[in-house]
C-alpha cells in the first residue's frame, strides 16, 4: 500500500465475513482488523476474568464458610476450658479454706443481694406452711453417708455405721454443719412463737429448763459459726427523718455459697434421720 493512502473502509458484510472466518478457524495468523481484536476480547479475554472471578466467589464463600465454624469451634473449646479452669480453681480453694468434705466438687459461688423483707417472707412466722419451708432447708435432707476411708480426714476416730442407701457398702454416718445450724436457726424461731409451739409439744415438751439449754446450745452454735465465718461485707447507713440515728443498709452485697447445689448433694448422699420432727 502506498505511503499516505488512507484505508478503505470496512464494509458490515466483511465484518461479518472476518467473524465468520474468526469462528471457524483456529489461528489469529488473518486476523488484522482491529474490530476483530475487539471481537477477539469480546469473545475469550472477557470470559477469563468473570470465570476467575465466580472461581474466587466460591472460594471465598467456601473459606468463609470453614472460618465460620473454626471460630464457633474455637469459642466453644475457650468456654469449655475456662469452665473447667474455673471448677477446678473452686474445687482447690474449697479444700484449701474449708474442712474437708465430700460435698466440695458442688459448691459453687454466686453474688447476691440480701433481701431483709419480712414481708410476706415464707420463713418468718408460725404456722405449717411456715413449718414446711424451714423443713425443706433443714430436717429433710437427714444426715448423710461417707466411706470408711473418708472418716480420718475428719480428725475423728469413730462414727456410727451404716449402709449405703443404694449401694450397700458399710460406711459412716455424717451430718453437715449447715443443716445444724439451720436447725438451731428454726428452734431459735419457734421459742419466739412460744404462744403457737408450746401446745404443739416438740422442743416444748420435756419443759422450760431442757428448752433453755437446747436454746443456749444453739445460740453458742451459731455464734461460733458466726464468728468463723466471719463476713468481711460492708453495709452503708442511712438517715430517718426526725431520727438523730443512723440505720444500716442490711440489703447489701454478698458472694455466697449455692445453697440449692449443696443441698442437691445431701439430698443425693443422705441416709435419713435419726429422729422424729418434734
Not at 499516505?4 to 471457524?24: F, H, K, N, W
Not at 469452665?83 to 473452686?90: D, F, G, I, V
Request: proline share 4%; glycine share 6%; hydrophobic share 35%.
Amino acid at each position: 500500500m502506498p505511503i499516505g493512502q488512507d484505508y478503505e473502509p470496512v464494509s458490515t458484510s466483511d465484518l461479518e465475513s472476518s467473524r465468520i472466518s474468526y469462528d471457524s478457524s483456529s489461528t489469529l495468523a488473518d486476523l488484522n482488523d482491529l474490530d476483530d481484536l475487539d471481537f477477539l476480547a469480546e469473545k475469550s479475554f472477557l470470559r477469563r476474568p468473570a470465570s476467575c472471578l465466580g472461581s474466587l466467589s466460591t472460594a471465598l464463600r467456601t473459606n468463609c464458610t470453614w472460618l465460620i465454624h473454626s471460630i464457633l469451634l474455637l469459642t466453644s473449646f475457650t468456654l469449655f476450658v475456662l469452665s473447667w479452669a474455673l471448677q477446678s480453681s473452686t474445687v482447690r480453694h474449697v479444700q484449701q479454706y474449708s474442712a474437708w468434705s465430700p460435698a466440695a466438687g458442688v459448691v459453687r459461688y454466686d453474688a447476691i443481694r440480701y433481701n431483709v423483707t419480712t414481708k410476706s417472707n415464707k420463713f418468718v412466722g408460725a404456722g405449717p406452711e411456715v413449718d414446711q419451708a424451714w423443713r425443706g432447708i433443714s430436717y429433710d435432707m437427714g444426715d448423710q453417708w461417707v466411706p470408711k476411708s473418708a472418716l480420718p480426714k475428719l480428725d475423728e476416730s469413730s462414727s456410727l455405721l451404716v449402709n449405703h442407701p443404694r449401694t450397700g457398702e458399710e460406711g459412716y454416718r455424717v451430718g453437715m454443719e449447715v443443716f445444724h445450724q439451720l436447725h438451731c436457726i428454726n428452734l431459735l424461731r419457734r421459742v419466739t412463737y412460744k404462744e403457737y409451739y408450746e401446745p404443739l409439744g416438740g422442743e416444748f415438751a420435756k419443759g422450760p429448763e431442757a428448752l433453755q439449754k437446747h436454746t443456749d446450745h444453739c445460740l453458742e452454735i451459731l455464734r461460733l459459726n458466726t464468728q468463723c465465718n466471719a463476713d468481711i461485707g460492708l453495709f452503708t447507713f442511712y438517715l430517718v427523718e426526725g431520727d438523730p440515728l443512723a440505720w444500716p443498709q442490711l440489703n447489701s452485697r454478698h458472694v455466697c455459697r449455692n445453697f440449692e447445689g449443696v443441698r442437691q448433694w445431701a439430698l443425693e448422699n443422705s441416709v435419713g434421720n435419726m429422729e422424729l420432727l418434734g
